[in-house]
Each structure stands twice: as structure tokens, then as C-alpha cells.
């Protein structure tokens, strides 16, 4: 069965701290995505990778960062976490640009 | 102008009645179009993809592309209660693998 694992469900960190959102994917995708999603905005994307090692922005990639060391793992990364960096943090892995998305079950990151 | 627009809703619709979804997208070259369903606190999942013009029917679920027009849209017969979700159109952008969505329809299914 597919899977794309988020590895927190909920996380609650402090403003100023370096976070470390982690997702993994067994199905062999060359594509992986962060996005986040707040209420009325919809999903936004962040960052995603195309192939280990490469990464491309997506529509609002600041204050965070990416790492794509193994094909199967792509990390979202938080500097110094902010207070509107509070949100809904979705994982999706997929093939070739016109195949379907899979998603992880989601990190709800609240940020004190 | 958005990339990929969808009116927010919510839309309701009795029980037994057509839902009718719109989606309009920005992108002249794009090929592919996908309609995910989201369950309140849960992760979008995937119910339609459509490629060509014209219709594409699996069961009680219908997408309609118009590429000339720049629209797709998703048709649900005889809704049900468990319908009532955000459907989330998709456009993967062309020549890239930057997957945008819309902001999402609420549909909400009147017993």
C-alpha cells in the first residue's frame, strides 16, 4: 500500500527555534512537495524536489528551507520559527508532472 | 490573477442533487487536471484526473475540460451526505513539476 509518512502529527515549538519537518515516501517518486495550508488560503507551495540533491521554490518558499539527501526523504526546515509560520504543514510524493499526488496525514505546527 | 481559481463556497445541495464544482486555471499549456477531495482534518485525496477535452465519468463522479476556455469541472450525481467535503482542483504547471491547487469548494450535502 502507498504510504507517505510525516513523522509528528502535532508539534508545538517555540519563536526562535530551528524546526525540522521530516517526510518519507516508499513508493519511488521523483517528486516530492511541501505545502502548507491555512484556512481560506488554501494549499500553498513551498518548496519541492524533483530529484535528490535539486529543489525548486514554490510560491512562498521564505523563512524556510529544504534537504533532499535520499530520494525517499525530503525535509522541510524552519530557521528560526515565527509565529504566522503557525499552519497545517502537507507532504506529497508523486511521478511524472501529470501523475496524481499522494499526501501525508499532515504536521499541525503551532509556534508560541 | 490566480493560478488556479475556485469559488470557496459553500455550496449545498440537497440530498439526491447534482454538485456542480468549477475550476478556472491560468496556464495555456497545462495537460493534466486533478480534482482531490478533502475530509476536515484529514489529507487530500485523489477522486478525478482528466486529460482531453470533454467529459470522463467514473461512477457517480464527472469531470469536464474545456481546454479553449481554460475551465474544468467536477459533477457529482446524487449527492450524498458523505460527500460533504472541500474538492481541491489541481493544475501541474507547464514544463515544470510545480503542482498548484486551488483554494478548494466546500460542498456541504443536505439530508
Known amino acids: 500500500d502507498v504510504k507517505v509518512t510525516q513523522s509528528s502529527r502535532y508539534l508545538v515549538k517555540r519563536t526562535g527555534e530551528k524546526v525540522f519537518l521530516e517526510c518519507v515516501q516508499d513508493?519511488?517518486?521523483?517528486?516530492m512537495f511541501w505545502y502548507r495550508q491555512d484556512p481560506g488560503l488554501g494549499l500553498r507551495l513551498i518548496y519541492f524536489?524533483?530529484?535528490?540533491?535539486?529543489?525548486e521554490k514554490g510560491d512562498i518558499p521564505e523563512g524556510y528551507s529544504v534537504s533532499r539527501e535520499k530520494k525517499e526523504r525530503f525535509s522541510l526546515i524552519l530557521e528560526s520559527a515565527s509565529t504566522n509560520q503557525t499552519s497545517m504543514y502537507l507532504c506529497?510524493?508523486?511521478?511524472?508532472?501529470?501523475?496524481?499526488?499522494?499526501f501525508g496525514s499532515g504536521t499541525q505546527l503551532s509556534v508560541l | 490573477q490566480k493560478e488556479v481559481e475556485q469559488n470557496s463556497g459553500p455550496l449545498s445541495v440537497p440530498e439526491g442533487a447534482i454538485a456542480s464544482l468549477n475550476c478556472t486555471y491560468s496556464d495555456r499549456g497545462s495537460q493534466s487536471f486533478f480534482w482531490y477531495r478533502q475530509y476536515s482534518g484529514k489529507s487530500p485525496e485523489l477522486i478525478m484526473s482528466i486529460y482531453s477535452n470533454g467529459d470522463k465519468e467514473d461512477g457517480r463522479f464527472t469531470a469536464q475540460l474545456n481546454k479553449a476556455s481554460q475551465y474544468v469541472s467536477l459533477l457529482i450525481r446524487d449527492s450524498q451526505p458523505s460527500d460533504s467535503a472541500t474538492y481541491l482542483c489541481?493544475?501541474?504547471?507547464?514544463?515544470?513539476?510545480?503542482?498548484?491547487f486551488g483554494t478548494g469548494t466546500r460542498l456541504k450535502v443536505l439530508a
Open positions: 489541481a493544475v501541474p504547471h507547464s514544463g515544470t513539476y510545480k503542482y498548484i
Open positions: 506529497a510524493s508523486g511521478g511524472p508532472s501529470d501523475e496524481k499526488l499522494f
Open positions: 513508493m519511488d517518486h521523483e517528486n
Open positions: 524536489s524533483y530529484d535528490v540533491k535539486m529543489k
